[in-house]
């Protein structure tokens, strides 16, 4: 049987997916969510014509020349405009964000000025309009300032709060079922048997949940017992995405696919082409979509870059795109076979051209963590792909994990 491709493979894990239901929280708790209705202005910023500076609000006429000398009339602290109209021949002390009274069209810093009682000595020229901030020149009251799918970061959440939304409207955190399958394997902090290594894949793919939006949920580290592991998958049913990892193999050991059968859970595909990640099975029970990722550490995180990173932004309706850029290639790589790579590299800038370069690690085993955590990015090479020298230009994915 061939092997189903990536972009194939890709398709049916996100065909029919659609957006979480929305929630309110409040926006001191929206940091990382995910918008699910757009964010309009309800009036303009700022609301006034405004001071940008502490100084005196004059009319330019007077101040063409200076030296020049003006009557204070009142002063106007931030969040205390003054009722007043300045005339000619008049000013009105001013501090940054106070509106600028009538009459007045532009601001004298205090810094080129001189008080004396009532009256104020302006030492340089002003024109018309510096130092005031018009009113709606941020925004407009109406426009949409922020789109349904944005991540709420520090800037959208300081411009939401700016626009008076106390709540915001957020799609539903994905919680992501995480069972991980393996006699061999022992939590960490546990003495490991001669032949048993220490379990890491569910911490790393419980966080790259977290990184990406969702929230975990530990089925716990099962035994290679078919009925422990359909009792556990039976157990995750609630989720909108389970993750099983390693447990798969072929004949004799494939306890995943047993406990599939047995919960009467039909797989879509088993084995895709591609290195890392070529055991990778897909399935669906109603709404859930089931990802079981290979047990080699490496594989199981690049699979869920590829394949996890994208359901979930589906699933939260925002942006599934990895960015891609372009590096110049310093090693020469081999022609590919009938499966596509993902090779792990390392950025760097040319000092001499500016250029980014990309350094592939000699070594691309997929049990290797430590490259996949000293990398930047990961190097596309498709089925059947051609040798290249180095000098190349190529694209890279930036890993965001």
Request: charged letters at 25%.
């Amino acid at each position: 049987m061939s092997l189903l491709p990536v972009k194939e493979a890709l398709r049916r894990v996100l065909e029919g997916v659609e957006p979480l239901p929305a929630e309110d929280v409040p926006l001191a708790g929206a940091t990382g969510r995910v918008l699910a209705a757009p964010l309009m202005a309800r009036r303009d910023m700022p609301p006034f014509d405004a001071s940008s500076m502490d100084g005196y609000a004059v009319r330019a006429e007077d101040v063409k020349k200076a030296p020049a000398e003006l009557r204070v009339i009142a002063e106007a602290p931030a969040g205390h405009g003054v009722d007043v109209t300045v005339g000619p021949g008049e000013a009105v002390r001013i501090f940054t964000g106070s509106p600028v009274p009538k009459g007045a069209d532009t601001i004298i810093i205090q810094e080129v000025t001189v008080r004396d009682g009532d009256v104020v000595r302006v030492l340089e020229p002003g024109v018309p309009g510096r130092f005031i901030r018009e009113r709606g020149m941020d925004y407009r009251a109406g426009e949409t300032l922020l789109e349904a799918g944005t991540r709420l970061g520090a800037r959208q959440v300081n411009l939401a709060a700016s626009l008076n939304f106390p709540t915001v409207p957020v799609r539903r955190k994905p919680r992501v079922a995480i069972l991980a399958c393996g006699d061999e394997l022992v939590l960490p902090g546990e003495e490991p048997g001669p032949d048993q290594i220490i379990a890491s894949n569910n911490f790393g793919i419980a966080a790259f949940v977290e990184q990406h939006g969702g929230v975990p949920v530990d089925l716990g580290l099962q035994p290679d017992d078919v009925d422990a592991i359909a009792t556990a998958i039976d157990r995750g049913r609630e989720a909108d995405v389970l993750i099983s990892i390693g447990g798969a193999s072929v004949g004799d050991y494939d306890f995943i696919g047993e406990a599939f059968e047995k919960l009467g859970i039909a797989r879509d595909f088993w084995k895709v082409a591609q290195r890392p990640g070529k055991p990778l099975m897909f399935a669906r029970r109603g709404r859930q979509r089931i990802l079981g990722l290979p047990g080699n550490p490496v594989s199981a995180l690049v699979c869920a870059f590829i394949y996890l990173r994208p359901l979930m932004a589906r699933l939260l309706g925002t942006d599934t795109t990895p960015r891609i850029i372009r590096a110049r290639l310093v090693a020469d790589l081999p022609a590919n076979d009938e499966r596509q790579d993902y090779l792990r590299v390392r950025l760097e800038r040319d000092e001499e051209t500016g250029e980014t370069i990309a350094l592939p690690f000699s070594r691309q085993d997929s049990a290797m963590l430590r490259r996949l955590a000293e990398a930047d990015a990961l190097l596309i090479r498709p089925p059947h792909a051609p040798a290249l020298p180095a000098g190349s230009v190529v694209e890279v994915l930036l890993i965001d994990f």
